[in-house]
């Protein structure tokens, strides 16, 4: 009999909390202290950054490559909406596969391009050119500007008719 009194105890005690989960939730919420309590007011959460677009079927001129103004030399570049990347390296024409990735990421595949020849510091200007374009792994549009950047170089495209 005593042992049966002592289970039921037990159980009456892990029942009671459960009879009553108003009172049970009301005591645990008066122990949590309050945001004004902690000194924080109202705490602002912070938005996620909005995934940009990237400008596909826009043609780009390039302005600047590694940081110096080009203002001689004329290279182009146009991504279209089947990821085709073509343009104008300054002295030949060429083309590759170009991905848009997400968080503004960027692959560019082999480049194709025509064997003209040119006069050797056009060739140099179109081969840094295209080393940074097949290198590019971000891209980014900076008051207005497209910004390809990579571990082999920077070039800044401004939009062209």
């Known amino acids: 009999m005593i042992r049966r009194l002592g289970l039921a105890a037990v159980v009456a005690g892990l029942a009671v909390p459960m ?5 049970a939730m009301a005591q645990r919420r008066q122990q949590m202290p309050s945001r004004s309590e902690l000194g924080g007011g109202q705490t602002e959460i912070p938005q996620a950054q ?8 826009a043609s780009w001129s390039v302005v600047q490559l590694n940081g110096k103004p080009v203002y001689e030399r004329r290279a182009t570049l146009i ?3 089947n990821l085709r990347g073509t343009g104008f390296g300054g002295c030949n024409t060429f083309s590759a596969s170009a991905y848009p990735l997400r968080q503004q990421g960027l692959a ?3 480049i194709a391009l025509t064997k003209r020849d040119c006069d050797k510091g056009l060739l140099e200007f179109e081969r840094t050119f295209l080393t940074a374009l097949r290198g ?5 549009i900076v008051n207005g500007r ?6 082999a170089g920077e070039v800044t495209l401004s939009r062209s008719l």
Do not use: C, S, Y
């Open 146 to 151: 497209l910004v390809l950047k990579g571990a």
């Open 19 to 23: 009879l009553m989960p108003g009172e």
């Open 136 to 140: 590019a792994r971000n891209w980014d």
């Open 108 to 110: 560019v595949g082999p």
């Open 79 to 81: 991504i279209d909406k």
């Open 50 to 57: 909005q995934e940009k677009t990237f400008p596909v079927g």
